[in-house]
C-alpha cells in the first residue's frame, strides 16, 4: 500500500489559482510515476497530468496545457498541481495516483495501483 494524502484543494473565482499538493508515505516514492485525475459530478474520472519517476517527463490533458503545471519533490514524497487561469469547468475533485509497474508513464485511469481520497477544487464564474 502507498498512502496518499492530496490538500490544497477550495474556492477560487475563475482566473485565480491553486497548488495541490499530494503527500506519499514510504520510501520508494521515487520508484512510482505519479498522476493527478478529476472526476466532476455525473462524469467519468478524466486524465489532468502525469510525472515520471525522475520527474524529466511531464504530461498534461489538452484541457489544461499550458495552464497547469505538475512537478515532484522525491525528497519529501511529494507531487504539486501548480493550476493557474482556473475555469469553471476545472471544477471537480482532483485525485492524486501512483503507478508501479510501467517503464513509461500512462495516462489511463485504471492502470494506476494507488489512489489518494481526493481534495475538491470549485472555480467560481
Known amino acids: 500500500q502507498v498512502p496518499l494524502v492530496e490538500s490544497g484543494g477550495g474556492l477560487v473565482q475563475a482566473g485565480g489559482s491553486l497548488r495541490l499538493s499530494c503527500a506519499a508515505s514510504?520510501?520508494?516514492?521515487?520508484?512510482?510515476?505519479m498522476g493527478w485525475f478529476r472526476q466532476a459530478p455525473g462524469k467519468e474520472r478524466e486524465f489532468v497530468a502525469a510525472i515520471s519517476r525522475s520527474g524529466v517527463n511531464t504530461y498534461y490533458a489538452d484541457s489544461v496545457k499550458g495552464r497547469f503545471t505538475i512537478s515532484r519533490d522525491n525528497a519529501k514524497n511529494t507531487v504539486l498541481l501548480q493550476m493557474n487561469s482556473l475555469k469553471p469547468e476545472d471544477t471537480a475533485k482532483y485525485y492524486c495516483?501512483?503507478?508501479?509497474?510501467?517503464?513509461?508513464?500512462?495516462?489511463?485511469?485504471?492502470?494506476?495501483?494507488?489512489w489518494g481520497q481526493g481534495t475538491q477544487v470549485t472555480v467560481s464564474s
Open positions: 514510504g520510501r520508494t516514492f521515487s520508484r512510482y510515476h
Open positions: 495516483a501512483a503507478e508501479i509497474h510501467k517503464a513509461v508513464v500512462t495516462t489511463t485511469a485504471n492502470e494506476y495501483d494507488y
